[in-house]
């Protein structure tokens, strides 16, 4: 029972980390957490379904129109709404935020409705067993594709020069700009990655219990922002850390209680984290001005 546990927490904390990944992504580089990031994803999973369930597209190409949606959302957000305030105070940003994830929300629902909808799997689910612990192709194909797509944003912060570009916007986006660095451009290829993450782990999380809701963002989002606090905000390796570890706490904590008590239990372990270390598993003691 425990190591089934943590294999269906590793698998769900895979998909909070993808999302955790674009929270920490736009907190490096303006300093605020984006709380329109959740319903921005979800506008991904949705925009997968309708192809797949209402026009009959394959699931792939579905998939890449739906992130793609999700990268012009995030980007147009970026440009009319938080372009324009960029030198204001953060609180302005955050409430621009919550105004986006309002307006996002409630699109969805007046376009598709306030009724669940049922996601289709990606293809004919296999069951597999090993020692006893139950995993299917489902949860095998979201934990490939989460762990490709985590080193391959690596690779790109570490490897290429947009993202040295972006870890110097992150340090100190004015001693950047001086340099020559595009910040505009960076900041806005930044939402992009961000959101397409965010995307890729909304439309996991709808294949893995095979249902979506118009207020899915906000839950998700949430799991995206206590994970990003758990293991550090701005600290990309923290923010893989800080889902897994949710996923498994939630997963664990299911098993023990019950499913209704699994999101406090992991708040609970969130303040303890932070009670112990403030800036959270990988942060920094640095106040950013």
């Known amino acids: 029972m425990f190591l089934q546990q943590i294999v269906n927490g590793v698998t769900l904390g895979t998909i909070y980390s993808l999302l955790a990944l674009g929270f920490s992504l736009i907190f ?5 957490i984006n709380f329109a990031h959740g319903e921005v994803a979800m506008i991904g999973a949705y925009i997968a379904w309708y192809l797949v369930s209402r026009l009959s597209l394959g699931f792939l190409p579905a998939c890449l129109a739906a992130i793609l949606t999700s990268v012009a959302t995030g980007v147009i957000m970026e ?3 938080y372009k324009p305030i960029r030198h204001s105070p953060r609180l302005c940003a955050v409430i621009v935020s919550l105004g986006f994830s309002f307006i996002i929300s409630t699109g969805v629902q007046l376009i598709w409705g306030t009724e669940p909808q049922r ?3 990606f293809s004919d689910v296999s069951i597999f067993s090993i020692g006893g612990i139950i995993f299917n192709s489902t949860q095998i194909w979201i934990l490939i594709l989460a762990i490709l797509m985590m080193i391959a944003l690596q690779i790109l912060l570490r490897k290429t020069r947009v993202g040295m570009a972006m870890r110097a916007v992150a340090l100190d986006r004015n001693t950047a700009g001086l340099m020559g660095v595009n910040t505009n451009s960076i900041i806005s290829f930044t939402f992009a ?3 397409g993450l965010g995307a890729v782990s909304a439309i996991m999380m709808a294949t893995y219990y095979g249902a ?5 963002g906000g839950v998700v989002g949430m799991k995206g922002f206590t994970a990003v606090v758990l293991g550090g905000p701005g600290s990309i390796p923290g923010a893989m850390v800080g889902g897994v570890a949710m996923g498994v706490i939630e997963s664990l904590a299911g098993a023990v209680f019950n499913a209704q008590a699994r999101d406090a239990v992991s708040f609970i372990v969130l303040i303890i984290v932070l009670m112990v270390k403030p800036s959270g598993l990988f942060g920094k003691e640095l106040v950013k001005e």
Do not use: A, Q, W
């Open 28 to 32: 490096g580089v303006l300093s605020f």
């Open 79 to 81: 440009r009319v709404g």
């Open 119 to 121: 996601m289709s799997e």
């Open 193 to 195: 990655v961000g959101s």
């Open 212 to 216: 979506l809701y118009p207020t899915m």
